[in-house]
């Protein structure tokens, strides 16, 4: 299904190499953009590197490193006067890690570090929105111990700072995403309880305005949940099977103010691979990135939608023989949208590579 004035003849363009590492996989990569390009982020087992991008992904300086790994997860956010990456590092402790905010300059270096707090080791996921209506910068996290697995806030609105816990500690909380706009933000993640004859996984939502709401049950035990918000509305994509067709797919579902599903959620296409989904949204265009596999082959699939959420034509994908693509991340520019896709290491290719792919779509 399709809208009649969707944009047509989307392409994906020719892949440029932004690092090259001497590691197994990347921990986490980000991209955000910028006034003239955009800004790739990523963590790999040497330490946490930045390098500004131009609008055909070519890098336009050197990589910059900022500090040492985000093996729990990282992501990029920009206010009005600077840009953050969010991370979750190692600590001393072996039961422990770190949640900071690293502030950088305008080329990617770093300016300033502030420690949020300490996390449990097991946390596996960062998510970082801004709120430029009130000043206030987001940081959704995933706090993982022994005892529990729970979706946790942090916000800071000018010189106060506060914390909020999310999730329900009865269930096990998966990664949490969040995303900021006309000053409310909405965060949403997966919970799942283990019982004696039943494991039930849940997408669970909710914002500074509405309480936490379920939004369904899944089938798929990581159905790893997205938000995106485009001009027609608030959007969640998340992965799930179903008997007939056991292999993941992406779903989009739109939501009402209230965080209510409205209509019945619509398949993007194959998500079956180990990293998350994610859907951008831009002026022009939205796209759906979807790490997936096929017999021996990962790679990432890149479907352009229309603004609601429907597949432009076929999609895409950027794979290449031999070689295992396994995560992905995007972010718009002013007239077409960047695609980061990040390789691990196969037996025949020493090392991993970080690759940029402009992605843009006709009228």
Not at 318 to 326: C, E, I, K, L, Q
């Amino acid at each position: 299904q399709q809208s009649a004035n969707a944009p047509r003849d989307c392409q994906l363009d020719k892949a440029v190499e932004v690092a090259r590492v001497d590691a197994t996989r990347f921990d986490a990569i980000a991209l955000a953009p910028l006034r003239e390009g955009a800004l790739a982020g990523w963590s790999d087992p040497s330490g946490t590197y930045t390098r500004v991008l131009d609008a055909h992904g070519k890098p336009r300086a050197s990589a910059i490193r900022v500090g040492e790994r985000c093996k729990g997860g990282l992501d990029l956010g920009a206010t009005k006067d600077a840009m953050f990456i969010a991370c979750s590092r190692p600590s001393a402790r072996e039961d422990q890690a770190i949640l900071l905010l690293m502030q950088l300059k305008d080329q990617g270096e770093l300016e300033a570090e502030t420690v949020i707090g300490q996390v449990g080791r097991d946390g596996s996921g960062v998510s970082i929105a801004v709120d430029d209506e009130r000043d206030r910068l987001l940081v959704a996290y995933h706090d993982g111990t022994v005892q529990a697995h729970a979706a946790r806030l942090y916000m800071i609105e000018g010189h106060v700072q506060s914390a909020k816990l999310l999730s329900d500690l009865s269930f096990a909380a998966g990664p949490p995403t969040i995303v900021a706009r006309k000053g409310h933000w909405v965060a949403a993640f997966s919970e799942t309880k283990i019982a004696v004859h039943k494991t039930t996984t849940r997408i669970t939502v909710l914002s500074d305005g509405q309480p936490a709401r379920s939004l369904r049950e899944t089938a798929l035990a990581d159905p790893t949940p997205t938000l995106v918000w485009n001009d027609a509305s608030l959007w969640v994509a998340y992965r799930d099977s179903h008997p007939k067709n056991p292999k993941p797919d992406l779903y989009t579902a739109r939501l009402s103010g209230k965080l209510e599903v409205l209509g019945k959620p619509e398949p993007v296409g194959r998500a079956n691979s180990e990293g998350a989904p994610s859907v951008v949204a831009c002026k022009t265009l939205q796209l759906a990135l979807l790490p997936r596999e096929y017999a021996s082959e990962r790679y990432i699939g890149v479907h352009g939608l229309d603004a609601a959420l429907h597949n432009i034509g076929a999609g895409h994908q950027y794979y290449t023989n031999s070689r295992d693509f396994v995560l992905a991340a995007g972010a718009c520019l002013s007239a077409s949208a960047l695609v980061l896709a990040a390789e691990r290491k196969s037996p025949t290719q020493p090392g991993a590579s970080l690759m940029a792919l402009p992605f843009r779509c006709g009228s």
